[in-house]
């Protein structure tokens, strides 16, 4: 459906929860490059820390075959930390673990005989990886939720950065990317090569009143799961919830001419390359989703494009 309305990506996350439906985005995104033929296919994200990066490029290259060239792979660190324990991990490793496994699946994407001295991986000499992808860039961006030390540590690297802007006022983040581009063209990097994007949860009917009635619910669910996991979460409550779905927060629920006036809003306050629409983040009923993607696809984007078309 993402495909044939006329969508940029589509991008699907990794959890290890009963209240998270795919564990293996790879399955489900080479499943769909065999079914689509324009769309970009992400993780969002892959969690890095506890898979080998030799085993997430060549998964990743495979499907770039699949689909002639679409994939893309988004690191994450990890904001639900289930895949640890489960995958034998320490999460007193939480950094090194990802700093760590990014460079190596830098290294593995640059060279197709890798020579490795790991610490929390495997070391490998000269050892040869297949297959390769068919782009001769494969996209490699790094998720963040919005700490500095992130930010800077991504744009020293001169890797894409994404943002999960999921609460408080998007326009927060301004600060940090403009930290993001500064560091990246002080290190060398190009404004081709410094990509900002963000993540934010959403809903969209053809009402506009009835779009934020009917998202609250099962967004509270998914919300008040995660706060039973997380002390800095809290339960949502309707007040909450309002100021998120309202012009300064970060929900993007309401109707097709709503949504876009909202992410034109945030693409041009935070200088965005793309925007992800999460879309829901609750479960709601599958013909509804449906109906919600076809909106996205064929009202939203198409306002949101021309008003930069027009722009110039």
């Known amino acids: 459906m993402t495909d044939q309305v006329g969508l940029d990506i589509y991008a699907i996350g990794e959890h290890h929860r009963e209240d998270f439906a795919v564990s293996a985005p790879e399955i489900v995104l080479a499943a769909g490059a065999v079914n689509t033929k324009k769309i970009r296919l992400s993780s969002s994200v892959t969690i890095l820390s506890s898979i080998d990066p030799v085993r997430v490029y060549q998964q990743y290259a495979t499907i770039d075959a699949l689909s002639n060239g679409r994939a893309e792979i988004m690191a994450g660190r990890g904001s639900f930390v289930e895949s640890f324990p489960l995958f034998g991990y320490d999460l007193s490793d939480y950094d090194e673990l990802f700093n760590e496994k990014l460079d190596m699946l830098l290294e593995v994407k640059k060279h197709t005989n890798v020579t490795w001295q790991g610490k929390h991986t495997q070391s490998v000499d000269n050892c040869p990886v297949y297959p390769r992808a068919v782009q001769d860039d494969l996209p490699i961006w790094v998720a963040t939720g919005g700490y500095i030390e992130s930010t800077i540590q991504i744009a020293e690297k001169g890797l894409p950065i994404a943002y999960a802007t999921i609460g408080g006022n998007p326009k927060a983040f301004a600060k940090l990317v403009e930290v993001y581009k500064e560091i990246g063209a002080r290190n060398g990097y190009s404004d081709e090569q410094l990509k900002v994007a963000a993540h934010s949860w959403g809903w969209i009917e053809e009402n506009n009143f009835q779009a934020i009635e009917n998202y609250f619910y099962p967004t509270k669910q998914t919300v008040d799961n995660i ?57 709601m009923p599958h013909e509804a989703v449906l109906k919600a993607i076809k909106l996205y696809g064929e009202e939203v984007a198409p306002i949101v494009r021309r008003h930069f078309e027009n722009k110039g």
């Open 227 to 283: 706060a039973k996991d997380r002390p800095h979460w809290s339960e949502m409550t309707k007040k909450q919830y309002y100021a998120s779905v309202g012009p300064n927060g970060a929900m993007f629920v309401g109707d097709p001419a709503h949504v876009a006036q909202k992410i034109i809003r945030i693409i041009e306050d935070l200088q965005l390359n793309r925007f992800m629409l999460h879309l829901p983040i609750g479960s």
